[in-house]
């Protein structure tokens, strides 16, 4: 048993609220390390595999994936003492359970989730970047980041915004999806995969609608998902920053959980400003988090503010502009910031446990 040595605290330990906080950080260290396994079943197609097939042997599992039975076996005794998948020991048998798949396996559902696992992937091996970053001042580009960043928050955002973009978020904007079904034009900044891009071209087939992210590869990737829908007749992707995409009179202008990682967010909503059509509306879509730190001591404030160490703060920086705001800035920086920018009408106009949305307009 460790001694009451009074280390960081002037005086003698609790030692039942030292063993508490050592088992839940022991409790996230299994969850860091078992992140992997999750990875590895989402992009494997285990979870899918199993999803509805009943109960599986490891051999039944690994022969349905194409996969090596050993490995199989190992994941699935992961799995289980992480209690995502249940184990009968009478039949040697695996369930992937119904509501597990719900969240795990497919990603046309809203409670998909099993994208941020990938993105994961490359938070840690920025880990030396980010420690420098921390000595220095200088940020951690996006661009710095592996593939496995980009894919994996677009396939982490994508059932979310497919749940919730064209049936609640357009639909609390005033007069916007009626523009939409007669013909708009549409910015979408900082579109990355341009996922939010074609499910709002699907939906409303008479606009027009223009991604644009600084991020070449991410456009590239943005083409092909586009091309594949077959949506090339009103959709394009161009390389550009949130401050000097081409175009002008756009009745909506978008920014979907992006405006937080630029540099010059002021500089964006400036712009934006300036290539609204008269009547326009921007939608700003930004991390339901709080400026307050105590505020965000739940599990998605906690997953939110690590990721803005890891990825939002750094990229931000990495821009070297005039404001670095984090992902949890709070509603009345980002109010303050449009003023300034111009568009002084801001209103929230939609929520969820992720996201805030706002209306913003001159």
Known sequence: MATSSGVGSGGALDQERVQAFLERVITDSGAAVAGLCTSLGDRLGLYTAMAGAGPLTSAQLAARTGLVERYVREWLAAQVAGEYVSYAPDTDTYLLPAEHAAVLADPELPTYAAGFFTAMQALYATEDALMEAFRTGEGVGWEEHSTALFAGTAKFFRPGYAAAL????????????????????????????????????????????????????????????????????????????????????????????????????????HHAEEALADGGTCMVVEPNASANAQENAHPVGRALTAASVAVCLPSALAQHGPRALGNHAGEETMREIADEAGLHHWRLAAESPLNRVYAVGR
């Open 166 to 269: 064209v049936p609640e978020w357009l639909a609390a904007l005033e007069g916007v999806r009626e523009k939409l079904e007669r013909g708009a034009r549409v910015a979408d900044v900082g579109c990355g995969y341009g996922y939010s891009t074609t499910l709002m071209a699907r939906a409303f087939p008479r606009s027009q609608f223009h991604g644009f992210d600084f991020h070449r590869p991410s456009i590239e990737a943005a083409r092909g998902i586009a091309d594949e829908e077959g949506l090339a007749d009103r959709v394009s992707f161009e390389v550009a920053t949130a401050q000097d995409y081409p175009g002008e009179d756009f009745d909506l202008i978008t920014f979907f959980d992006c405006l937080h990682d630029t540099g010059d967010p002021g500089g964006a909503l």
